[in-house]
């Protein structure tokens, strides 16, 4: 695959966050709402497209729950079915909750507090110290913060040779200053205009134009962009299909929730160009 440019995702690709981010999720859901979903089911959401901000994931697992609770017949499996096919994200899956009765749905309103589950996901996820820096004000719990429990999957050699073969750029669902966290955890420096971060572009992926920024940015024919989800492959396909001038590769990543025949199942039917088991396969692909 001849490039001129790599743009990477951050999570799941540069570093494991099963034990940070999603797990954030879980626990987040289990405080406010008293029950949450299996593990398993993060992944329905993020295959229904849409997810990508992991504080909206969160909302919507809450929906869910408590969309269940007040009388929802329907599995974790039919629900994200259902947002996938009301377009994917947050408005998709209350559009889905509107199945309920009126008065079950105000009841389901009531009790949703999107505010108090974004706190709670940020003090899970900083721990104390980082909360105070990064959110303000005191957290409404201690924890030392999962985000100190992210292992890195990118290794020294392959940034090295990323770096001094091709223009590098990441785009992500994490704020800056999250993402700026990690990028230095895998020793990857990128450069802030090389850099869409959740605080540089609403739209949110699988819209192409943060992509396609980046590839004018850098000046490149072909870009690849390697990430661990659905929408990460959508992304590029998008970016291919707005700009004419350039081809855009997507790679699948199998660090993420998609992993193993399922994943790279689930990769092909959304049009992943190459499918690898860990980022650092791009050595050998790229050139």
């Known amino acids: 695959m001849q490039v001129d440019a790599v743009v990477l995702d951050i999570d799941g690709v540069l570093v494991d966050v099963a034990d940070s981010y999603r797990r954030a999720i879980l626990e987040s859901v289990e405080r406010v709402c008293g029950k949450t979903i299996d593990r398993s089911a993060i992944q329905s959401f993020k295959n229904a497209g849409g997810f990508n901000n992991d504080w909206e994931l969160t909302n919507a697992a809450a929906l869910y729950v408590l969309a269940r609770r007040e009388g929802l017949d329907m599995d974790v499996e039919t629900f994200t079915d259902r947002i996938a096919a009301g377009g994917g994200g947050i408005d998709a899956a209350k559009a889905v909750a509107r199945d309920l009765p009126s008065v079950a749905q105000a009841r389901v309103r009531d009790q949703w507090d999107t505010d108090r589950l974004r706190e709670t996901f940020q003090a899970l996820y900083l ?82 134009r943060a992509l396609v920024t980046l590839a004018e940015r850098f000046d490149a024919d072909r870009v690849a962009f390697a990430g661990d989800t659905l929408d990460d492959v959508r992304t590029a396909r998008n970016a291919d299909d707005e700009d004419d001038s350039r081809v855009y590769y997507g790679v699948g990543v199998l660090t993420g929730g998609l992993t193993g025949d399922d994943g790279r199942r689930a990769y092909t039917e959304v049009g992943v160009d190459a499918v690898v088991e860990d980022v650092n396969e791009l050595v050998e692909l790229l050139s």
């Open 127 to 208: 721990g104390e110290e980082l909360y105070r820096e990064l959110e303000g004000g005191a957290p409404p719990l201690s924890t030392p913060g999962y985000i100190h429990d992210e292992p890195t999957l990118i290794e020294p050699a392959t940034v090295a040779d990323l770096t001094d073969r091709f223009d590098v750029g990441v785009l992500t669902g994490r704020p800056a200053a999250e993402a700026e966290i990690a990028l230095e955890r895998v020793g990857l420096d990128v450069p802030e205009d090389r850099r869409f971060t959740m605080d540089d572009w609403e739209e949110g992926k699988p819209h192409p």
